[in-house]
């Protein structure tokens, strides 16, 4: 039988590279720290993991279909109107609906090179067009994304902080590619990392919406919140979008634990605060570390960083993940992502950054 005897998949369907998660495991090497996947080293709200015992006393229940309780209380946070507000499995599930919502063949969905690899995905899914736009020191670059705009272009991708970069838009710039944008044009704005951010010229993309028609703004619970493995994402989108993903969507995508802790979670403010901490010390302290080893860092302000290797000499980014596994660091490897001689590393705890940096001097020098 040929393979055209039997059912086949949607045109761009097998030109997508399925994504490949950060490892969890080293072989043989006995103690592990996973640095791979941006996850938070402190864990969820101790009151996020409550919420999830308590709804595990009902798992014959049915969860509200419209995750009131988890929308409200990310609007008092926030400050938002919950109708405002959609939630979904992980903020992965709305790229996807949006994609499935808005494009289709012969449609273009544009994004940067080094953006998030679910664009692609999303977009080849949809059956629509790939359009990658060259970054300017490893940041995207607005004047290259309009000019890469057509006719046929139907969303824009902009991870903001971007992943695995960590860099940044300031928001000016941000409201100068939505001005730019044809206004049948939507702009996602994909915000995974914005808790960690302390810059005064950054802002999400709230402010953007809330005086928009195009643009919408996706989050999740999967980074400071800890909450990753209940696969919680949100977006903040003007009402015309949130009918339209409601139509599409699963009628129960937000499982009931899912919603009990994120509500939890995100009135949590002192664990968030504490997260932030964490972050704003190590992160810093990382960079001038690894710049110390002669290696160079994307200036970072998320809770990853950019480690870029020497093009030659033999110590290169494949040869130091080798290293790094065997004493039981996991990093990411990055080739996927236009990057094949830098690994990126999540903040981890004291214990799992010392030893990075130990290892690193040890792989450098040897």
């Keep these: 039988m040929s393979a055209l005897d039997r059912p086949q998949p949607n045109p761009g369907v097998m030109d997508i590279a399925a994504y490949v998660p950060g490892r969890e495991s080293a072989p043989g090497v006995a103690k592990i720290w996973k640095l791979s996947s941006n996850e938070t ?9 409550e919420a999830v015992h308590a709804a595990a006393s009902h798992l014959e229940v049915y969860p509200d279909g419209s995750a009131t309780r988890l929308r409200e209380a990310i609007a008092e946070v926030h400050g938002l109107n919950p109708a405002n507000i959609l939630c979904s499995n992980g903020s ?17 969905g544009i994004f940067t090179e080094h953006g998030f690899l679910v664009y ?11 359009v990658v736009v060259k970054e300017k020191d490893e940041r995207a670059d607005i004047d290259a994304i309009l000019a890469a705009v057509t006719e046929r272009t139907r969303l824009v991708f902009l991870a903001n902080p971007n992943n695995p970069t960590g860099t940044y838009l300031p928001f000016e710039e941000v409201r100068r590619l939505q001005a730019g944008l044809p206004k049948k044009v939507l702009l996602v704005l994909d915000a995974a990392y914005a808790e960690y951010v302390r810059r005064n010229d950054y802002e999400s993309g709230i402010e953007l919406v809330s005086s928009s028609q195009n643009v919408v703004m996706t989050r999740t619970f999967s980074k400071i919140y800890g909450l990753a493995a209940l696969r919680i994402g949100w977006m903040y989108a003007p009402a015309h979008v949130i009918d339209a993903i409601n139509r599409v969507r699963g009628p129960f995508n937000v499982n009931a634990m899912a919603i009990e802790a994120g509500v939890q979670a995100i009135r949590d403010r002192a664990h968030v605060e504490k997260a932030i901490a964490h972050n704003e010390k190590w992160l810093p302290w990382l960079t001038d570390e690894f710049t110390k080893l002669g290696l160079r860092v994307t200036p970072s302000i998320s809770n990853f960083l950019l480690v870029h290797f020497p093009e030659n000499g033999g110590k290169s980014a494949e040869a130091a993940d080798a290293f790094l596994t065997s004493r039981g660091f996991i990093l990411r490897r990055v080739t996927g992502y236009g990057f094949p001689n830098a690994l990126r590393m999540t903040v981890g705890t004291e214990e799992a950054n010392h030893g990075v940096v130990a290892a690193l001097t040890e792989f450098l020098k040897g």
């Excluded at 402190?42 to 996020?48: M, T, V």
């Excluded at 692609?120 to 790939?130: C, E, F």
């Design 41 to 49: 080293p402190l864990g969820p709200s101790p009151a996020a993991i």
């Design 92 to 108: 992965d599930e709305l790229l996807g609906l949006l994609a499935q919502t808005y494009m289709g063949p012969g449609d273009e």
């Design 120 to 130: 692609r995905i999303q977009t080849l899914a949809a059956g629509a067009t790939p």
